[in-house]
């Protein structure tokens, strides 16, 4: 019963270094997300995919990349972090029900 | 201008009572509305999932209500518990692009903190 798994759970990052954040489902759903969630804002998107080897923008694109190479993954890059990008980040899959990992929290120093 | 907004912010009640959390949409045409609860360092977990032709759906002490003409929802928490205290989120699923049978996304509000006191 994993549902939706995020890796890491946490991490911490120096200014201009790189990292992947991994997003895995077993529930064969097609459509996938990436949102920050910070103080008072609420969580907003940040790219989506709406099937295996599909990605889109959403809200604040900016500074991110993904893939989704595999149907099951949907990889969030951040290639040169900033402290700006220090939040909460959480990983959702759906088919008609949305289902949302446990959020991996970042910290860019 | 957020798309989705709710009120109030924060509410805090004593357990064993009932409170009404508020949400306002702008956004159309929409697919459906949802509302989650998100319990403290967690993900947020689904409570009701609302068609626009639907008044009224219950999940046990959660009642969530929809007027899609006036474009509002509430979420309805009877006999509160204290395990209950969290934030909830009204969530309205949006089209990216109808007119090609696009894809609908989710645009989130900013959610009301609850925090139940015994």
């Known amino acids: 019963n994993a549902g939706v798994t995020q890796t890491p759970k946490f991490r911490v990052l120096k200014t201009g270094q790189s990292m992947t954040l991994l997003c895995a489902q077993d529930?064969?759903?097609?459509?996938m997300y990436w949102y920050r969630q910070d103080p008072g804002m609420g969580l907003r998107l940040i790219h989506y995919?709406?099937?295996?080897?599909?990605?889109a923008k959403g809200e604040v694109p900016d500074g991110y990349n993904v893939s989704r190479l595999k149907k099951q993954n949907f990889l969030l890059g951040l290639e040169s972090a900033a402290p700006s990008q220090t939040s909460v980040y959480f990983c959702?899959?759906?088919?008609?029900?949305?289902?949302f990992g446990q959020g991996t929290r970042l910290t860019v120093v | 201008k957020n798309q989705v907004e709710q009120s109030p912010q924060s509410l805090i009640i004593l357990e064993g009572k009932n409170c009404t959390l508020q949400c306002n949409y702008t956004v159309s045409p929409f697919s459906n509305l949802r509302w989650y609860k998100q319990d403290t360092g967690r993900g947020p977990v689904s409570l009701t999932i609302m068609t626009f032709s639907e008044n009224t759906k219950s999940n046990g002490r959660y009642t969530a209500t929809l007027d899609a003409d006036t474009k509002q929802s509430s979420l309805h928490i009877t006999a509160s518990q204290l395990s209950d205290s969290a934030s909830y989120i009204c969530v309205v699923l949006i089209a990216v692009d109808p007119a090609s049978g696009g894809s609908y996304i989710p645009t989130f509000g900013r959610g009301t903190s609850l925090i139940v006191h015994p």
């Open positions: 529930m064969n759903h097609e459509y």
């Open positions: 959702a899959s759906r088919n008609y029900e949305a289902f």
């Open positions: 995919s709406v099937g295996e080897g599909t990605t």
